[in-house]
């Protein structure tokens, strides 16, 4: 026998018994976006390596070490998405939606990064993503965070901190990175290594470092907030006036910097205690430089992601298994009865349009079939027999609950399946 092929490490197959659960976040998550307005947009898996290096950053976790870079067979150097915000603003300035605009956009789909994979760490991962472009005053702000605050409400998800700061104008976050560097430097030897390197190239996200054995040292470091700008300021004041005024709550976190280059003025993150390290399970901020340092025309903008993954993760372990459940399963003895239970099965699924319905294929005994519709955990078994067919009528025998069984006319069949739902 040849050696089985399996999937690529952190990089995961979903299943069928699980796939009801992905699909009923998606269907949430559609409604909710049309509700707010947002259209969605979806983005090639595929971009060319630049737009990454240019956009998240060159001195970066994603683009340094994470990212699945490759040449095509004309030599181009591609590299599968590691996250949508670059593709989006790219999409947006090739096809004309930004400028002098306001859009507000979603997306989803799997992002690509080589992690150590663990759990709610994985090398093929879904975001959720939510883009705003075009509004630079924090209005827009707190309508992307009364969007998470729904959406965790509508999932009926629980536990979740908000974690909120501001990094101030770009000339304000210059500043401060020399107040920092200046702190850093004076400490250089309680620094590691990535660090050290990243003092000249990126000091702020030395910040954003995992490293416990940095901890203090960065719990004791200047924060931001203590430097900024005045515009920065009173937008942060607006936009937590707003939160305040909705009743969502939120926790002040100083040294909440994200791990990307492009985010400016607000950033937020939503953390949970029941995931471990992989806590985070939605992040976002404002990133007005993006468009620009991208060739487009300035534009402010807005997002966040959610990993979907953990998001599941985390509702799984909050709730009750659910399985899903099929409505009926026809049982069908004979060719005669194979014929006309195909018609009115057809005839089920025209007239009642959300029934659940497996229609038995590949003949075989009663036993056999009844073994496959209790395995199929449908609430019922549709008896279609020689007698039922001469009758105009189906044996309904009931498989989850201690109900006897009865029979149902053809003509009835509807209005009872209807009922029975
Ligand atoms: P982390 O600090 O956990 O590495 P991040 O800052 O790299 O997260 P973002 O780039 O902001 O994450 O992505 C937004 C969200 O996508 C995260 O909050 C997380 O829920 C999810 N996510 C990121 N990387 C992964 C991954 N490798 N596997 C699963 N989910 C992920
Ligand atoms: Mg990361």
Not at 25 to 37: D, K, N, S, W
Not at 99 to 114: A, C, D, E, I
Request: proline content about 3%; aromatic content about 8%.
């Amino acid at each position: 026998m040849s050696k089985i092929i399996k999937s690529i490490r952190g990089m995961h197959d979903l299943l069928p018994d699980d796939s009801h659960r992905w699909q009923s976040f998606e269907a949430i998550v559609r409604q909710l976006m049309a509700g707010y307005g947002y259209k969605e947009i979806r983005m090639p898996l595929v971009e060319s390596t630049d737009l990454f290096c240019r956009s998240i950053g060159e001195v970066t976790d994603i683009v340094e070490k994470e990212m699945y870079t490759f040449e095509d067979r004309n030599g181009d150097r591609l590299s599968l998405r590691p996250e949508g915000t670059a593709s989006c603003v790219r999409a947006g300035i090739q096809h004309g939606l930004l400028y002098n605009q306001v859009q507000r956009l979603w997306y989803s789909g799997p992002m690509f990064r080589h992690e150590r994979p663990q759990k709610g760490r994985y090398r093929q991962f879904h975001q959720f993503g939510v883009e705003a472009y075009g509004i630079d005053t924090p209005d827009i702000d707190a309508e992307l965070i009364l969007i998470g605050t729904r959406l965790w409400k509508q999932l009926g998800l629980k536990g979740l901190r908000l974690e909120l700061n501001t990094l101030g104008s770009n000339q304000a976050r210059a500043e401060y990175k020399q107040i920092l560097i200046d702190y850093l430097n004076q400490h250089k030897e309680l620094l590691d290594e990535d660090s050290v390197r990243r003092l000249e190239t990126n000091p702020l996200r030395i910040l954003d470092s995992k490293n416990p054995a940095m901890k203090e040292l960065l719990d004791n470091a200047p924060v931001l907030m203590d430097h900024l700008d005045d515009e920065s300021r009173q937008q942060f004041d607006k936009l937590t006036a707003s939160l305040d005024a909705t009743g969502v709550e939120y926790t002040l976190n100083p040294r909440l910097v994200r791990g990307l280059d492009y985010y400016c003025k607000t950033v937020f993150e939503w953390v949970t205690d029941e995931l471990g390290a992989q806590g985070t399970i939605c992040a976002g901020g404002r990133y007005d430089g993006l468009v620009e340092q991208l060739g487009g025309k300035a534009t402010p903008a807005i997002g966040f992601a959610l990993g979907v993954e953990r998001i599941l993760a985390l509702l799984e372990s909050q709730q009750e298994k659910q399985i899903e459940t099929i409505d009926a399963y026809l049982v069908l003895l004979g060719d005669a009865s194979e014929l006309r239970g195909l018609q009115l099965a057809e005839d089920i699924r025209e007239k009642i349009s959300d029934i659940t319905m497996i229609a038995h294929c590949g003949g075989g005994s009663m036993k056999s079939q009844m073994k496959k519709a209790d395995k199929s955990g449908a609430k019922m078994a549709l008896i279609l027999g020689e007698d039922e067919l001469s009758n105009e009528q189906v044996t309904v025998k009931y498989l989850r609950e201690k109900k006897e069984q009865i029979t149902v006319k053809f003509s009835d069949l509807n209005k009872f399946l209807t009922e029975s739902k």
